[in-house]
């Protein structure tokens, strides 16, 4: 499980798998930072993981402090499913 900092908005949301740097990964929690003031590009920051890390973010057994974080553009994103399927 990592923190993924996206520069842009690919258009993701909660539930999104997406590729980058060679390796899918499923997006846990998707913040939105920069709306209404910060940078000139929104940031997404979300938190990623396999599907088998899921269960453990469900249960925050992890601390978000200590998360690897890496950064990438929104165009070096590859959006697999954007956003979750609508459970009722």
Known sequence: MKRLIIHGDPGIRK???????????????VTRNGEWHGPE??????????????????????TPHFLD???VDAEEIDV???????EL
């Open 80 to 86: 697999v499913r954007a956003k979750a399927d609508l």
């Open 41 to 62: 590009k929104v940031q997404l920051w979300c938190t990623v993981g396999a599907d088998s890390e899921f269960e453990d973010f469900e249960k925050r057994n992890f």
């Open 69 to 71: 974080v890496d950064r």
């Open 15 to 29: 539930g999104a798998i997406v590729e980058y740097d060679g390796e899918e990964v499923v997006c846990f929690a």
